[in-house]
């Protein structure tokens, strides 16, 4: 069973930056491909940015390229999402989430993640 726990979300204005962590419990972290996801309210979760097994591929959306930077540190069993001169656009729920038992190293849909953390909250005001 793996449990993933977000952090970092808050109230910021427009043009600041934030730092999301996603810390997993149990498994073998540095096995699973990661992703940040998001859903603004009466949208749908789209995806933001995703991670290969060793940091060797990012993929990020459209909307979040230039601004948003996507890590990993598999010796703290922990991804990142820093987030930079973001707009009121970006306001949403942001969840991580990893795939446990794909054979690809990286997954750009979320239908293929399996577990899910519970969501950080990131309002950006204009």
């Known amino acids: 069973q793996v449990q993933l726990v977000e952090s970092g979300g808050g109230l910021v204005p427009a043009g600041g930056s934030l730092r999301l962590s996603c810390a997993a419990f149990g498994g073998t972290f540095s096995n699973y491909a990661m992703g940040w996801f998001r859903q603004a309210p009466g949208k749908e979760r789209e995806s933001v940015a995703v991670?290969?097994?060793?940091?060797?591929?990012?993929y990020y959306a459209d909307s979040v390229k230039g601004r948003f930077t996507i890590s990993r540190d598999n010796r703290k069993n922990t991804m990142y999402l820093q987030m930079n001169s973001l707009k009121p656009e970006d306001t949403a729920v942001y969840y991580c989430?990893?795939?446990?038992?794909?054979?690809?190293?990286?997954?750009?849909?979320?239908?293929?993640?399996?577990?899910w953390g519970q969501g950080t909250q990131v309002t950006v005001s204009s």
């Open positions: 991670i290969d097994w060793h940091s060797s591929v990012t």
């Open positions: 989430a990893a795939v446990t038992r794909g054979i690809n190293s990286y997954y750009t849909d979320s239908r293929d993640y399996d577990y």
